[in-house]
Structure formats: structure tokens, C-alpha cells
């Protein structure tokens, strides 16, 4: 993991675009039509789906529009003039849906697309569509109090000076993060520098727990999660009617320069009221469910309640597909209830993704659509799992009632059904099924070799898919030729024909991160995976707030443990700067960390500042440099320094998700 990896590893949520070019149309499957062109059972598919649904978007439009100020137009380059964000890149949204589209999805996309500063009440502003999420101003008595500032500096400075632009000057007097996850603080700097929010003062707000968890979500499995993340937001995919339409939540991740500022304000009660540059919030903590650290808030004398991304215009994920722990469906079911006693008289509820809900009587109606969802996910997957069944079998039959379904508020265009229930399965019994043969099953590679086998060959068994592909039996083409791509990577055919199913379940898919995973696994099929790369965000203004043990702690996950057999080193490492004393010991091929010095005499002893032990131990410069800089003392066996500094795997994030 080098420097570039540590960040991919904290941005817990966005890439940008891989390199590589969109799929080639020249080479064609025998029975299978060219790439980007839907089947007639994906068009029927869809035609079913439009009859199923009453998808005109009129009202929604009407919300997803209201109080628009001014739209904005053209692109946000940094500073060395790479395109940040594309207002017009999805221009091409707009009309009856295409073939190759979901219509559900399509409608989804069209509601996203409503980029623009909106005045959502009294005194309160969003600039939606400059970024995967909402920032919201609220007018204050000195100033602009502003509610979560973006992903990254560039999108959060665009979105600022438009505001300015239109509504006129005013400083940020206060700022409220709503939750942990990147996309919701990461623009802070470009609004509010550290030394200005410290001289001024500005009191900056967010819920218990935040630095921890912001800093650190994904820090452990980051290359890991961020290759799956470049599959869950379409990363390089082209943007068409072929490719990457939406991404449920919002258009699409930014790829800019990511930071944070430290809250001076902490939430951790039930109900906790604040008075912010004379504006009353009323805030209540709302941990572990959509965020392990998030908060929602009411503006009484506004009649106003901030949902957070508790609840948005979309099922969210009780599990999300890039990889994380998963989230507890019940608790969020109850953030939710206890959400409509606290509206108070609210007649607009705000999210910080999507638009608006106005009136009380809507409001309540939105909340519990979303409330019950989640617990009809939960206990019917309880239920069910209490009757003997998997989750795989949970999740092929259940349905959200009538009642839930018809509102599409409440769809999967972000979190599915499907995956959902999988997630609370996981919640409660974990991986193992019970069956006796999944309990130490083969690898997949050398199961593929032998089912592939048991089909007749490859060609026997690409015939058979090429059948299913024929009758529009695109799960079983897919689960086929896995068996096939996996046990043989070198035939053109079987990948050729898998990428072709797997576009035509893309097409298929209500879900835009299902949508995006086929269409990804699809282009790696055809390209390989992408090349090793940068991050699309940088995040090295956040690094700095990492915590130390849990730079240790990743660190220690990345020591070749077979390599390490038999070594064994005791570091006592001190961090002049900020006054630290660890002990680093390797034993039994595990690197372990303390707090202090280290006990009996150490192989050697380090001492130098945190920026270049942080520098040293990911890969931002070679271990000899970092030894030989000013400022830094080695004494001991360095050698055997050196050694532990090269045990330490350095991942490139790029690995094969659909060919391995």
C-alpha cells in the first residue's frame, strides 16, 4: 500500500474514471447482438416494467424543480485542469427511455439530472447536482451556515461561489457535517480553512464519533474496497445510454481533492439543542445505521427537518456493494420512527441527497414508506431464516408489499431488495449456510475446472449458455460461463458471450449500482482489469487526521506473513512531533503494535516526525530516503528495519474481479 492506495483506502466511497477505452464493437459473439444493443427479452423486460409502474414523473419533477434560482453549465476543473465534474455530461438523459435503460432507472436519472441552487424555505438553500450529494446553506444572523460541504475542494468552491453569485456575499459562520462518510465533508477546506474556523471562531458541528470514523472507514480493506467501488460507481464507463446513466443517489462521484475539518461541537444525545449564528437547530443522534456517526436536525422557527441520508428518494443500502460492515436494518427502521415524533410542525423535510418533500401530511407519508420498508426487509428476512431457508432463497421470493412497492420513492435505485435481504441474513448468522458441503468448499478456479469438465469441455458447455443467452436467460448464461472464464481466462468466446449477458442485465436493472457492475464486469471481460492508477480523489489534506493506531493497525495487515516466518524485530518508535512512543514487535509472522515503550531491549530505535513515518510507512518515499532525511535517527540494526519496511505489502488495486 504506497501513498496513493492509503488514500484510495479513507475515501470509503468514490473513484474516478479507470483508464482504458470503452469496449470494442468489433469482435461479435456468434447468436449475440452488438454491444450496446438490448435483446428482445431485455425489451420486453422493460416494457413490462413500464407497464408495472405508473413511472410519469410529473410530480416528482415538480418537487425535484421547485425553487430553482439558476442551473448551472459546463465543467470544474482543478487547478491543473483535469474535468472534475461535467454539468453536461448527462445531457443526453431527457425523453422516453431507451431500450438499453431500465424506464424505472431512466425516470431515476431524469430526477437527478435537476442540477442547480434551490431555495427549499425561509432562509434555506441546496445546490443539488454539483456533486454525488446535496450542500445546503442556511441563512444565519452573520453569515451562511453550511450543511455538509461536498466530496472534494473543487466542487465545493464551484458550488459556493454560484451560491454567492446569486444570493450575495456572505462569510461561512458556521458548518455541520451530518455524517462520517467522505461526500459529505470532504470539501470543507475550500470553505472554511482550519487557522480561519479556529480564529474566528466558527463552531463547527457533527455527531460523536465523527474524526474516528471519517478518517478511518475502509482504512483496513482499501484496495479492496476501492477496486469494487470503481465497479459500484461505473467508473470509466462511458456516459450514454449504453453506459453510466445515474448513480441512484445522485449523477455520479467527483474526482477532485478531499479534506476535513475537526468538529468543535459534538452530538451524542437523543435530542441536543444549539444555537448556531441565532438560528435554533434541534439535533438527535443517530448512529449505526446509514452511517456508524451521523445526526438529523429540525430548524423549528423554519419549520424544517433535516433528514441527513437516513432517508432519501431512494432504497438505500443496508449493505453496500463496494464492501463494508453491514448496517442494522432494525435500528434504522427505528431512527426513522422516531424521526416523525420529531418533525414538530415541519412542512419541509430536506435530505442531503435528492430534493425536497413539502407538507406534513407528505412528510409523514415519505417517512413511514421508508421506515417499513426497512423493517419488511428485516423481519420477513428474520422470518424466513427462522423457517430453515438461505439467503439466497430469502431473496429470490421476497417481495415488498403492494403498498411499499408502489411507491417509488422507496425503489432500489441505490440499495435493492435483493441485497438487501442478504445483508440482514449476514446481520445475524454470517456467511455459512448451515450446509455441511459449504463448509470447506473447492476454491472457485478449481471448482470451475471441474464443472466445466463435468459439462463436456468448454465448447460444450458455451453452447449451453449460448442456448440460455438465445431464450433471454441471461442469470444462467452469466453463471455458466463464470465457470467457463474462470477455469480457462483464454477464449475469446465464453467472455465475449459473458459480457454480452452481462450488458443485457445492466440494461435490465432498476438499480444503477447493478447496472454499473454488470457493465463494468462486462468491460473487463473485453479489456482486462484497468491499469494501476491514482485515485480520482486526493486526500492528502486528510491524512494528517488518520489516527496513528489505525495507521498501525493497516499497516500490520499488510505484512507478508509467509515471507516473515522466522523474523523477528522489536522497534521502539518514537514521533518527535506530536509526542507519541510506540513499541513495534514481529512475532510468530505478526507485526503487533503498543502504546509506550518497548518492553526489554529493542533491535532498534527510531525516532522522527509523524508526516515521515506516515511518508515511510506508505510507500510515499523508499525506506532509505526517509532513514537518511534530516531530522531523523536510526540506531540499532537498521538493516533489519529495512527488512520490516519491505515486508509490507504494497497492493496496486487493480486486480481481476471477473477473469482471476
Known sequence: MNARMLAVALSAALLSACAGNAPSRSARTPGAPASGTATEATRAHNAAVARAYDLQDGAAMADATRG?????????????GRVVWDFDSFAFVQGPPPDTVNPSLWRQARLNNQAGLFKVGEGIWQLRGFDLSNLTLIEGRTGWIVVDPLTVRETAQAAMAFARQHLGERPVSAMVFTHSHVDHFGGALALLSADEAQARPVPVVA??????EATSENLMAGPAMGRRAGYLYGAGLERSATGLVDNGLGKASPAGRAGILAPTLLIDQPRQELTLDGVRF??????????PAELVFSLPDRKAFAGAEIVTQTLHNVYTLRGAKVRDARKWADHIDRMIDQLGDAEVLFNQHHWPVWGRDRIVDFLKAHRDSYRYIHDQTVRGMNRGLTAAEIAETLRLPRSLDARLEVHGYYGTVKHNVRAVFQYYLGWFDAHPANLDPLPPVEAARRYVALAGGSQAAIAQARQAYAEGDYRWTAELLRHVVLADPGPTEARELQARAFEQLAYQAESASWRNFYLAGARELLQGPPPARASGISLADMLPHVPTERLLEAMEARLDGPAAENFEI?????????????????????????????????????????PAFLQMVSGGVPPDTALAAAGVRASG?????RRLLGLLGRESGNFPIVTR
Open 570 to 610: 522489536a522497534v521502539d518508535l518514537e514521533l518527535t512531533d506530536s509526542g507519541e512512543r510506540w513499541a513495534l514487535w514481529v512475532e510468530n509472522a505478526v507485526l503487533h503494535h503498543r502504546r509506550g515503550a518497548v518492553w526489554g531491549a529493542p533491535t532498534v530505535r527510531l525516532a522522527m516526525g509523524r
Open 637 to 641: 540494526d537498521v538493516q533489519a528495519l
Open 282 to 291: 434541534v439535533f438527535h443522534s443517530v448512529p449505526d445505521a446509514e452511517a
Open 207 to 212: 455527531p460523536s464519533g465523527f474524526m474516528e
Open 68 to 80: 430553482l434560482v439558476a442551473a448551472p453549465h459546463g465543467q470544474i476543473r482543478a487547478a491543473d
